[in-house]
């Protein structure tokens, strides 16, 4: 009787874990998906033309192979972030490696994405002397301010998709620990 009541009392406490596990899940991805489509909007609506003295200066994010990567990369990010909701609930406990695997290709793909950005943004504003590269921040000024809002964005989706993956390798290393202590329960049965 005694351990049958301490079974319902695992059962119960498994299904909290699990029931927080995937309600955490769900508000993060969320998160991640508001955040990489407002990178991806505001780079891909990002343009700015001014003529200075007479030299006309076009400013487009397709002019950058970095900023094409960082669009590339968030538009991914978001898609995986809204299509990963089927997969979390219905592997939640079935296939947690799938899972983690994803969000850390995911999250790789988006810190690569969003640090290469980050450098061309630095050039576009600081120039680099030493190589004869100018300043164009100073020309086009409203295009390097969207193009900042938008690394700020995926910057922002990086840690939140960083987050996912951390507590994704939590309940793969539970999941793991779990399977083995009922396995090891099952085989000294005799």
């Given amino acids: 009787m005694e351990?049958?009541?301490i079974a319902k009392q695992d059962k119960?406490?498994?299904?909290?874990?699990?029931?927080n596990y995937v309600m955490t899940q769900v508000a993060l991805r969320t998160l991640a998906f508001i955040s990489t489509l407002s990178a991806a909007l505001?780079?891909?609506?990002?343009?700015?033309h001014k003529v200075v003295l007479g030299l006309s200066w076009n400013a487009r994010y397709t002019y950058s192979a970095a900023f094409r990567f960082l669009v590339y990369a968030n538009?991914?990010?978001?898609?995986?972030?809204?299509?990963?909701?089927?997969?979390?609930?219905s592997s939640a406990s079935k296939?947690?490696?799938?899972l983690f695997f994803l969000d850390l290709v995911v999250t790789m793909l988006?810190?690569?994405a969003s640090s290469a950005a980050a450098a061309i943004a630095y050039v576009g504003k600081k120039g680099?002397?030493?190589?004869?590269?100018?300043?164009v921040c100073t020309f086009v000024e409203k295009f390097c301010q969207k193009a900042g809002i938008s690394l700020v964005s995926s910057f922002t989706a990086f840690v939140i998709m960083f987050l996912i993956t951390n507590t994704s390798a939590h309940h793969l290393r539970r999941s793991?620990?779990?399977?083995?202590?009922?396995?090891?329960?099952?085989?000294?049965?005799?």
Avoid: H
């Avoid at 119960?12 to 029931?19: M, T």
């Avoid at 505001?42 to 700015?48: A, D, I, L, P, S």
């Avoid at 296939?95 to 799938?98: A, D, G, R, T, Y």
């Fill in 95 to 98: 296939k947690p490696f799938l």
């Fill in 42 to 48: 505001v780079m891909v609506t990002n343009e700015q």
């Fill in 128 to 135: 680099e002397d030493r190589m004869g590269w100018t300043a």
């Fill in 110 to 112: 988006l810190m690569s």
């Fill in 12 to 19: 119960d406490l498994s299904n909290k874990v699990q029931r």
């Fill in 75 to 89: 538009s991914i990010a978001c898609a995986y972030s809204i299509l990963s909701l089927p997969l979390l609930v």
């Fill in 176 to 190: 793991t620990v779990a399977a083995a202590s009922t396995t090891a329960m099952i085989s000294s049965v005799p």
């Fill in 3 to 5: 351990n049958n009541n």
